[in-house]
């Protein structure tokens, strides 16, 4: 039985031919933006803190020397700087700015019970679904109050609003399986931490709330199950996108060496 990420959901939605070449046809390529590759260097950084944490904390020049040797280890040729005039330095500075904030707002990180860091979860959408759901939550908490705490990094450059994050599909997609999972977590929060503006920002849902996105979620996978012509969708998207050889809107392009993809 196929298991759907809320990635998944959201890929076929912005362009499905993308969604066909990456989990139907299973083409693998390593390029990727630089954005998504500071990204996940946050994200170790985060869960290497938070493991050290239930040993003691760590300091924040030790965290930014990891932060570093992850980097520097994990870099590779395929990683794609888009923005002309920026360099893989420029985006590594970034990242520590955002570990020093981050680590001045909430040292020293005792802000609840860790109960999970990056934790994968595989839930039914709802009890006896055929709809089978599997992600990984950044952090996963035990609030003082008893209240579970589902936490998520961004490092992206855009501020969501208010009503955006009451809307957002990924953690209240999280939120069903938390509650799937552990039925004691009566009550949970949602907290997005917008690292690129040293900013926290929160968010409930009601069950109504929760019974709307699984209709929702029901019905899109219905749409990837019954879709046969995965037509390419072409967005803002595109410039990250590493299959412009097998896109019949974009492939015409791939001869031109260096192409800008602005
Ligand atoms: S280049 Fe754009 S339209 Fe083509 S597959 Fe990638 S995201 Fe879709």
Redesign the pocket.
Known sequence: MPEYSISQLNNFE??A??YR?IYVDRIKRYEEGVEAFLGQRFHEAMEWLYRERAFRVVPLEELLAYYEKVWAERWHAEVKINKEGRTADDYKLMGRRFIEDYYKRHYPFEEGRVLGLERYIRFPLAEGSRYNCKGIIDRLMLAPDGAFEIHDYKTGSGLPDQAGLDEDRQLGFYQIGVQTLWPEAKEVRLIWHLVAFDLEMRSRRTPDALEGLRCEIAGLIDKIEAEREFA????A??NW?P??DL?P??KHLVKVEGLPRD
Do not use: G
């Not at 390419?232 to 967005?235: I, L, Q």
């Open positions: 912005e362009c031919l993308q070449l390419p969708h072409e967005s998207l595109c996108c299959y412009w896109c809107v974009k």
